[in-house]
Structures are given as C-alpha cells and as structure tokens.
C-alpha cells in the first residue's frame, strides 16, 4: 500500500566545504554493507539491493560525478539551486519527485546527511490525510515534529470593491 506525501516548504543548505564529506556519507550509505545492515533490521530498503524507490546505481554515478543534483534526484527529489551566486552554501529548494509520492526510505538520508546538512534547515511536509510535519536539522542532527494546529484568521468578506484594498 504505502503513504504519499507532499513537501510543501523548504530551506535546505549544504555548506560548500562540507561536499567532500557529502559524498563520503553518500558512499557509505549506498554500499552494499550499510544497505544490508539496514535491511537485516527490517526498518529500512525494499530489498538486498537497495532502499525503497531509490535508483542505487544512479546515486553512485552521482557520486562519482561529485553532482549533488543527481544524489537528490535518484532519491526521487526535484530541487532547484535556491541562492546558485552563494560562494558558502549551496542552497536546495527540495521537494517530492511529484506533487504527491509513496514514501520510502527518505528518513534513512537525511539522517545519515545530517552532520553535513546547515542549522536551521527544513523541510515541511503534508501527508494524504492532511497530517503535517517539519524535519529540521540543528548540530548535525535531524529532528521531526508534528504540526499541532493550522489556525486562520477571522473572515474577511472579499468583493470587487475591496480586493484591491488589502
């Protein structure tokens, strides 16, 4: 069966001189070793070859490449450099590979990201029943919460004659 969620905000950075060790993390998870430890556990992958929905041998052409892009996008990410002239940080506006996708094993890299990832990121997420959800990371940690409420302020009648006043 399966979950689908939607990102609906981001604020994503990856320090410049933090890439080498990117990609180093990035290796490490995609070897068959770490890939086999986390399928042994039954919490992570669809299988001995891999994580779920995640396209192994497109990330480690990323990899090879040193195209930070392509690591997101065979995690199944559309991402759009957010500052491109930034010399410290290169900023990802990430979001879901579709508007709505099943979820896979997306928690296993941002956690094994995070020493990398800058304080203050995030990401907010909606899942197919309306439930909402922040990941942020802070001191090489990733953390999640659970949106207690929406709120909207009182209604305000809109007509041709004030749409143009607010």
């Not at 994580?51 to 759009?80: C, H, P, Q």
């Not at 099943?102 to 907010?124: H, Q, R, W």
Request: proline share 3%; glycine share 6%; hydrophobic share 35%.
């Amino acid at each position: 069966m399966g979950y689908y969620i939607n990102s609906i905000n981001s604020n994503f950075r990856i320090r410049k001189d933090r890439l080498d060790q990117f990609f180093e993390i990035i290796t490490d998870l995609m070897s068959p070793e770490t890939i086999a430890m986390h399928n042994k556990h039954g919490i992570y992958g669809n299988g001995k070859d891999g994580y779920s929905w995640v396209d192994t041998n497109a990330v480690m052409e990323a990899v090879k490449n040193r195209d930070i892009f392509g690591v997101f996008e065979a995690w199944r990410f559309n991402l759009e450099p957010a500052h491109p002239d930034d010399a410290e940080f290169i900023s990802l506006a990430l979001s879901t590979y579709r508007e709505w996708q099943k979820t896979g094993d997306e928690e296993v890299l941002y956690i094994a990201i995070a020493p990398v990832v800058e304080d203050g990121s995030f990401m907010e997420m909606q899942g197919e029943d309306s439930n909402r959800w922040c990941l942020s990371w802070d001191n090489g940690k990733l953390f999640y919460s659970d949106a207690m409420e929406i709120r909207y302020k009182d209604p305000i009648e809109r007509s041709i004659e004030n749409i143009y006043l607010d």
